[in-house]
Structure formats: C-alpha cells, structure tokens
C-alpha cells in the first residue's frame, strides 16, 4: 500500500528499503528484541532472494525510536546476524516509523558480485 520496491537490483548492487520488525500477522511485537530479530530476519530474507547472504551487505542504516533505551539490546542482535568484516552502519533516532509500534527500520546495500 505504500508503492515501493522492498528491494532493487543495480547491476552486482542490490538497494534495499527500510525493513521494520514486522510478524505474521503484520504488526510489531511490544519485545524489543524480538522486534529486532524480525527486522534482521526480514533483510537476510530480501538478500537472500536476490542471490546473497548477510556477509554482503556493505553499508547498513538503521532507524530507532527510542535509541537510547534500545540500542544495547539492538547492537546483541545485530551481532547475532552480522559478522566480520563489518559493514559501514549509521544508527539514526527518530520519533516513529511508518508502522506502529515500530522500533526499528533497518536499510541496506549489499554487492551481490
């Protein structure tokens, strides 16, 4: 409903749109964490469609709300999912994301060459 691609190929680049801790029934846990491992399962599943896996994403943007309170819990569940080589990672506060309820968004690249 929103009219955007979740993810575009650029030649070996793949852009990836905001992906928010969602579950089945389309809405946000009230547990951060588990909002968090859904948000990171949702980008291992747009990049692994395209033909990758989580070690290449090179660049990674996240969106938080509430960051201060959440960012220690994020950071052990992004570590659960990336791995060295880190990617670049920007972590951004914000006051709300497009779906209620929603802590985080997370945004990537990744070089699918």
């Known amino acids: 409903r ?3 691609a979740p993810g575009v190929k650029v030649g070996e680049l793949l852009l990836c749109s ?7 029934d389309g809405r946000c846990p009230a547990d951060p964490t588990e909002q968090f491992r859904l948000a990171f399962q949702h980008v291992q599943t747009l990049v692994e469609e395209a033909g990758g896996g989580l070690s290449d994403i090179v660049e990674m943007t996240t969106f938080h709300v ?10 052990k569940v992004k ?8 990617c ?12 209620p309820g929603g802590l985080v968004e997370i945004r990537v690249q990744a070089h699918l060459g």
């Open 2 to 4: 929103f009219h955007f």
């Open 88 to 99: 670049a990672w920007t972590a951004i506060g914000c006051t709300e994301l497009a779906m």
């Open 18 to 24: 905001g992906q928010i801790g969602t579950g089945t």
């Open 79 to 86: 570590d659960e999912f990336m791995s060295e080589p880190h």
């Open 66 to 75: 509430d960051m201060g309170d959440h960012l220690g819990a994020f950071m």
